[in-house]
């Protein structure tokens, strides 16, 4: 069973600085990684979305890599801003077709303004 | 744009209770799910629809039933409610399912507590 692990559970920074948020997960077969935004009490908000064959997407402020091979995915933020603090998750998908997302825990994430 | 809409919100219920949590999208995708999201676990798939009038179950489907009444509708009841099905309850829709390198979108969940 596919096993995806976010590393740390909570994280501190101040404003303005740039941020790492990892993913792991246990099997490389997968056939795509999405990362998430969940505010409290709010639903999921996808925010980015890689493809197996892609190595990196970006969205603004955001950039999300991908390293099958090693089961790694990170997701940087540059210049966080107070408005970044949220959950974020990473979930995978392990082949087309298939409907089952396999969700990490998240890392909750608290921008210091 | 309302996206995927749940119903209710919040809900208490007790040990024996049933329950219907309704969900609805506008966005005309074909594929919908249910995922329950506990402290300290992922979220997790409960039962899912492909397209309209396909149903499957999905990691944790016992004491769950499911009916995609349209299109846009998919609903979620518990016949008989226990406390371990004390969670928050997520709708989700996407386009053409796991057929589509597109993402899930989802609701606001449903506060649900089984006393």
């Known amino acids: 069973k596919q096993e995806v692990t976010q590393i740390p559970a909570a994280l501190s920074v101040p404003e303005g600085e740039n941020l790492v948020l990892n993913c792991s997960f246990t099997?490389?077969?997968?056939?795509?990684l999405q990362w998430f935004r969940q505010d409290p009490g709010k639903g999921l908000t996808s925010l980015l979305l890689i493809q197996s064959s892609q190595r990196e997407q970006t969205s603004g402020r955001l950039n999300a890599s991908l390293d099958k091979s090693s089961g790694r995915s990170t997701l940087y933020i540059a210049a966080s801003q107070p408005g970044d603090s949220a959950t974020y998750l990473c979930a995978v998908m392990l082949w087309a077709g298939a409907n089952n997302l396999f969700f990490g825990t998240g890392t909750r994430l608290t921008v210091i303004p | 744009n309302a996206g995927v809409t749940q119903t209710p919100k919040f809900q208490v219920l007790k040990t024996g209770q049933s329950m219907t949590l309704q969900c609805a999208q506008d966005?005309?995708?074909?594929?919908m799910y249910w995922y329950r999201q506990d402290p300290g676990m992922g979220l997790r798939l409960i039962y899912y629809s492909a397209s309209e009038g396909t149903t499957d179950k999905g990691e944790v489907p016992n004491g769950y039933n499911v009916s995609r009444l349209n299109k846009r509708e998919f609903s979620l009841r518990l016949e008989s409610a226990a406390p371990s099905q004390t969670s928050v309850y997520f709708c989700?829709?996407?386009?053409?399912?796991?057929?589509?390198?597109?993402?899930?979108?989802f609701g606001d969940g449903t506060r649900l507590s089984i006393l």
């Open positions: 989700a829709s996407s386009d053409r399912g796991g057929f589509s390198n597109q993402p899930q979108h």
């Open positions: 966005m005309n995708h074909n594929s």
């Open positions: 099997d490389s077969a997968i056939y795509n």
